[in-house]
């Protein structure tokens, strides 16, 4: 079984910085993409980015680009995601996510596209 494994998260100000790692152990399996969601109190899991590795494509949800920047190594099943210019909306429980098949079309902002995730690491960032 895969697991997924996050670091990184923490308590910032507003206007700070966090990078966040995600790694895959145990086991083995087809990494088409990694990506990044996040929770809020209250609130469904959101979208926040993905890399599919073929190609390097990139994807991010509009409130974070320009500010997230999502990178990774696919031989490593690694993952990053630098936070810069942090508010206090990025607040919430940040998922990774890994997809272990291809999907034609796929809709990186749907977690049905996904098939493995982690248990999550907090971010808080303090106004």
């Known amino acids: 079984q895969v697991q997924l494994v996050e670091s990184g998260g923490g308590l910032v100000q507003a206007g700070g910085s966090l990078r966040l790692s995600c790694t895959a152990s145990?086991?083995?399996?087809?990494?088409?993409?990694m990506g990044w969601f996040r929770q809020a109190p209250g609130l469904e899991r959101e979208f926040v980015a993905a890399?599919?590795?073929?190609?390097?494509?990139?994807s991010y949800t509009d409130s974070v680009k320009g500010r997230f920047t999502i990178s990774g190594d696919n031989a490593k099943n690694l993952v990053f995601l630098q936070m810069n210019s942090l508010k206090s909306e990025d607040t919430a429980v940040y998922y990774c996510?890994?997809?272990?098949?291809?999907?034609?079309?796929?809709?990186?902002?749907?977690?049905?596209?996904?098939?493995?995730w982690g248990q999550g690491t907090q971010v808080t960032v303090s106004s």
């Open positions: 996510a890994a997809r272990g098949r291809f999907i034609i079309a796929a809709r990186d902002d749907r977690p049905s596209s996904w098939d493995f």
């Open positions: 145990r086991g083995t399996f087809a990494n088409v993409a």
């Open positions: 890399i599919q590795w073929s190609g390097s494509k990139t």
